[in-house]
């Protein structure tokens, strides 16, 4: 029954640790720009593509295909980027829209070339257990990714707090308008919020495809999850995301340990709802969220 | 002069469409479709416009609306059109569950509703002895022939979801025009000073969330007893809210009318136009179209069509 | 002068001997069959096979009745919808085709099968095998298979390997559990001990799930009922925990060459139902036909979607065949003719029943060996020895 929950808390903590890499990018935009990047779950899925063409034709271990991914998932999101700050009126909603329509082209974009069979990572290392005092058990891609995870979030949360760069970004979150008096140029905050999304975004492509399988219509179920966790985090909140989504994690896995597989979907959603009902603006959000 | 357009128009959609196309049922469904489309987006524009609030997941109240007037015409024999109202009645005692989303701002709101469609469609796939469970309902009984006229069929259908969308145009735009049309306009701007001069704002917001669920349910109960068949996927599919909301966006979300003409085009185009030539890239062509009407004219289609025959100044500008 | 008279006689009497021995059937006719089928959406990869093995059976129909006949085919994505597949279908019918072959999904065939017969046109799939479609009792609804096949075939292969304790972890849609509930009832009558665990098609880390198969239930076998993706999360999960099972065992979509080739070192020793052994090892002309024109068309191996395709559409048109040199084609004789099948095709002998089905239909079981699918139940079929107590661990 202990090793029951115990390995349970550990899958869920692994679980937690993926949702977070794919949810911090979008978190970042999210607070730099005030706009919700619909099409982040595809562009984490085309970094999984990526890794996916580079092991499938050349052999290139995925970690290594890391800095080819991140190349081409820059230059979308730089893409996305020049088109969204087209947008004069109506940010929120007509940002929502503009991604929306660009994830649906990523989408069948990627159906085009790959076509709907699934795929994963063939690297025999990745798929290896690794166990813990006989009682915890896990793959070897997701421990490695959650440490990696980690270590990038850390690296991202020190940026934000200790760098100039950093420190732009979180003015610019917190009130537009006073950080240009500062002195913050907003379109270069903006564009370098939108690198590191896309940063995150290859290392959680990559880290799925090791650890989990991989298909077109993957992208729109990676954005909703990376919005929720964002969401119940709260705004501009980094730890805030990986509390969140590790939260999610260990409640699905013990749905799924303790109640039933079939509610583990029903699980995160509830717990996200009562998080929200108790603390409107999610789990470190700041009052900003009650209506005005 | 407005009369005549008024009457011309309606004359139009109630006997020369089903004229011209009544005879290729293929296109009469395309058309039904779209018009089913145009019903949520113009739910979903209600409530955003009058109640201030974006949702992402009015697939919530269509598919409650569908699963109440199938699961009350099959099991306790309720006469097709009355469960059609109950259906969208269930929507609307649905959206009471989301009351306390109602405090919840921008997309914090959005995305409760979201989890909310999530939560429903789950316990429709779980509640197997009413709903069916996963395999859903099949062979939901259609629209009766009433007068004379077979409602059952494609134009029947045509005829009811057109009927559906004009009253509920009618209804959304009286309570526009009405006094709380304007105080859910003072909302909008500053919902602390309408709270000062005793505006009741939470049970207007809750008045308006549970006229869009209604409007929503009874379309979802329409497509229903169309199609003939529910299951959990289906009935709360993301399209059912994604689609409504570029439906709206494209036609101009701010109008009345705007999103029933942009489900029209949208739909439209995609099926009758892009899919035969681009069978396996149609949908690329419907994210491109999207990302160009965002950037081009954010206001949306209805918009740029009306500026040549724009005689008043403001009247048009806000909701 | 004679001469001449006698070569008048001879052409005239060779034009009369055409013209009564060809009559109607002398005229080369062009049909047009419908294809409606997922080719964008969630089910698109299957959508995809069965399109492939629907073109391979033209191809070599054409060929067959070159000169004689020809053969078309105009398919329409349903894109995974309800309503567009309606849509399809009505499309199809508005545009003459004689019939339709395709179709995937019970939830999607169930429309739009009730949109062809309104029209009375035949419909005949491989794609929808829960029983509500042939309960219905449409006249021009056919299938060449069923839960009942996979169902058989797995149930046969647990009673060979005479498992005591079987663990089923199924997906909560409704084929699956359908398939999961039948296996359950059949081996609890036979005094099996048997627990369900239901999980949700989001499921990708499914070391929860196996975990409590490991540590509560303790079975001999561990049946697994999903898709390609399920799959691979379960066995992923097992290959990590290492429970202490004989065999892991699945139906469709499992032993097949895609997955051998994708995931050579989770499928081993894995088994799921397959027509085929891979490679394939064909003897009769019709099978081997059909490999190189498969071949030929799309450059890969038949996979068991094309297969299933394949057959059908066969099938299909054979009938129109007989019943257009019966001359009742046109008068609504098909499905009639269609019901007169009895063939012997590349999945068993097909026939039809009064509802549509194909009651002997009965699937066979394969394994992953070293990068090979090795058919091993039932016996009669087997083309190699079945390595039990064996995991991909």
Known sequence: ????????????????????????????????????????????????????????????????????????????????????????????????????????????????????????????????SLVIADTLFAMNAEVAFFVGGLALMA???????????????????????????????????????????????????????????????????????????????????????????????????????YLSASLQELAGMLLFLVVLFVSPSGLFGGRRALAR | MKHAILGAALLAAYVGVPLLFGGTPYVMGLIVAALTIAGVALAWALLGNLGGMVSFGHAAFFGVGSYTSAVLSMKLGVPVF????????????????????????????????????????????????????????????????????????????????????????????????????????????????????????????????ALSAFITGVVGAFNAHFISFLEPDYAFSSTWTVLPIAAAIFGGYRTVWGPVVGALAIYLLDQLVFKPILPHGHQMVLGVLLCAMILLSPGGLLPVLLRRRRSEGGRHAHA | MTRTLAKLAATVATAALMVALGGPAAQAKDFLLGSELPLTGNLARVGQGMHEGIAVAIDMANKAQAGKHSFKVSTIDDETSPAKAVAAVEKLIGDGVVALTGGYGSNIIGPASEAAQKAGVVYITSGGVTPDLTGRGYKTFFRINNTDGYALAMIGLLQDM???????????????????????????????AVTMHEFDGSTSDFKPLINKVKLQDRPDVVAMVGYENDYVGILRAAKVLKPDVKAMVGVWSLATSQMAKEFPDLMENVHGTSMLSFPVEFTQPEALEFAATYKKLFNKEPDYLGQFGYV???????????????????????????????????????????????????????????GKVVLVWPKAFANGAMRFPATPW
């Open chain 1, 1 to 128: 029954m202990i090793e029951l929950t115990l390995q349970a808390l550990f899958s869920g903590l692994l679980a937690g640790g993926y949702y977070a890499t794919v949810a911090v990018g979008l978190a970042l935009v999210f607070g730099a720009m005030r706009v919700i990047n619909l099409a982040h779950g595809e562009l984490v899925l085309l970094a999984a593509y990526i890794a996916y063409a580079a092991e499938s034709r050349y052999g290139i271990n995925p970690v290594m295909a890391i800095p080819i991914a991140l190349v081409v998932v820059a230059s979308a999101s730089a893409i996305v980027y020049a088109l969204l700050s087209r947008i004069e009126q109506d940010r929120e909603i007509n940002s929502l829209i503009l991604t929306f329509g660009i994830g649906i082209i990523m989408t069948n974009g990627i159906l085009t070339i790959w076509a709907a069979d699934i795929h994963s990572t063939t690297n025999p290392w990745f798929q290896d």
């Open chain 1, 155 to 257: 690296g991202v949360y020190w940026w934000l707090n200790h760098s100039w760069q950093g420190r732009a970004v979180r003015a610019l979150t917190s009130n537009r308008n006073a950080a240009m008096l500062m002195g913050v140029n907003p379109r270069q905050t903006e564009i370098l919020s939108f690198m590191i999304a896309a940063l995150l975004a290859t290392f959680a492509g990559v880290a799925i495809y090791t650890g989990k399988t991989v298909f077109p219509s993957l992208g729109h179920v990676l954005t909703v999850k990376a919005f929720i966790i964002t969401v119940l985090a709260g705004m501009g909140s980094i730890h805030g995301v990986l509390i969140g989504a590790i939260m999610i994690g260990v409640i699905e896995s013990l749905t799924v340990t």
């Open chain 2, 82 to 209: 009355a469960a059609l109202l109950l259906g969208g009645l269930g929507a609307a005692v649905a959206s009471v569950a989301m009351l306390p989303a109602l405090r919840l701002r921008g997309p914090y709101f959005a995305l409760a509703i979201l989890a909310y469609a999530h939560i429903f469609q789950i316990l429709a796939t779980e509640m197997t002895p009413i709903t069916g469970g996963a395999g859903g309902l099949l062979s939901i009984p259609r629209f009766p022939t009433l007068f004379g006229l077979e409602f059952g069929g494609k134009t029947g259908g045509y005829v009811i979801i057109l009927t559906i969308i004009l009253l509920s145009a009618f209804v959304y735009d009286a309570v526009r025009r009405s006094a709380w049309g304007l105080a859910l306009k003072a909302m909008h701007d500053t919902e602390i000073a309408t709270r000062v001069i005793g505006v009741p704002s939470t049970h207007l917001k809750a008045a308006m969330l």
């Open chain 3, 162 to 192: 005479a498992a005591k304790k079987v663990s089923v972890v199924y997906l909560n849609k409704e084929a699956t559990s359908n398939l999961a509930k039948q296996v359950k009832e059949t081996l609890s009558a036979k005094g099996v």
């Open chain 3, 312 to 370: 059908q559409t066969r099938l299909l048109i054979d009938a129109i065949l007989r019943a257009d040199a019966a001359g009742t084609l046109a008068g609504g004789g098909l499905p009639d003719e269609l019901r007169k099948t009895d063939a012997q095709t590349l999945i068993g002998r097909v026939t039809f029943d009064a509802k549509g089905d194909n009651p002997n239909f009965t699937h066979r079981m394969g394994q992953h060996q070293g």
